[in-house]
């Protein structure tokens, strides 16, 4: 079965919105974990416009899966992870301004970089995962730079499948084959969500992990958060 991580930024963003403490991340973050999910995921950005850094201290004595701390590696974002030690730690290249996350890396170009803090993470016993899109280079380069897992974006995916096209599917599978061919773990996500999931799932040989959040906090507001998680689990067994 594929793990359920889920990204609880919307939930700071709306703690934010009003300040105060309501609602409560550090609450949300226990009951999702009681209804079912094996993770919890955070993107702190600079800004802190939605997850702050000391809620990512705060989640430490509060995930009790697996968490996930996923951010673009400047110095601040570094020391955090070094500092709270979870159990994964996903790089993503996000610009400063960046709404949300809207590229993979070039591991290329890029492979001394994240060569040296994948190995900082990993002295510390913080398993890394590198965001990438599903282009077959930027996958064995994720290999050569060492990182334990790939985490594939599915914003093509989802954009493609909500056109009903399938066929987006194709170089997600082929970037999983290469993946599971030479030992890379398999993550997932962006803009995966009740309607598409089981698909992809069902396409993907060898998916460890999904993080959701968007769709997945949107979708509970009309079912319940409960029940949505619950609904997630079974299309990913």
Do not use: C
Not at 14 to 25: E, T, Y
Not at 64 to 87: H, Q, R, S
Request: hydrophobic share 40%; proline share 4%; glycine share 8%.
């Amino acid at each position: 079965m594929t793990k359920l991580s889920v990204n609880i930024n919307k939930i700071a963003t709306l703690r934010n919105a009003r300040g105060g403490n309501v609602p409560d991340l550090l609450k949300v973050a226990t009951d999702i974990q009681k209804f079912g999910a094996e993770g919890i995921t955070i993107h702190p950005r600079p800004d802190e416009r939605h997850i702050r850094y000391q809620d990512a201290r705060d989640l430490k004595s509060i995930v009790y899966t697996e968490y996930n701390i996923e951010g673009n590696p400047e110095k601040t974002f570094i020391d955090l992870v070094l500092e709270i030690k979870p159990t994964q730690v996903t790089l993503v290249p996000d610009a400063i301004d960046a709404i949300t996350s809207n590229a993979g890396w070039d591991t290329i170009k890029h492979a001394d970089y994240l060569k040296e803090i994948v190995q900082e993470f990993k002295r510390n016993g913080i398993r890394t995962s590198i965001f990438v899109d599903p282009v077959l280079e930027m996958i064995e380069g994720a290999k050569k730079i060492g990182t334990e897992r790939i985490e594939l974006y599915t914003e093509a995916f989802a954009h493609e499948y909500s056109l009903g096209n399938e066929r987006g599917i194709q170089p997600y599978m082929e970037s999983a084959i290469l993946a599971n061919q030479i030992g890379l773990g398999i993550n997932a996500g962006h803009d995966l969500s009740l309607d598409n999931i089981q698909f992809f799932k069902e396409n993907i040989p060898g998916l460890l992990e999904v993080s959701i959040g968007h769709a997945l906090i949107s979708e509970a507001i009309y079912l319940g958060l409960d029940n949505v998680i619950n609904m997630y689990l079974q299309k990913l067994k």
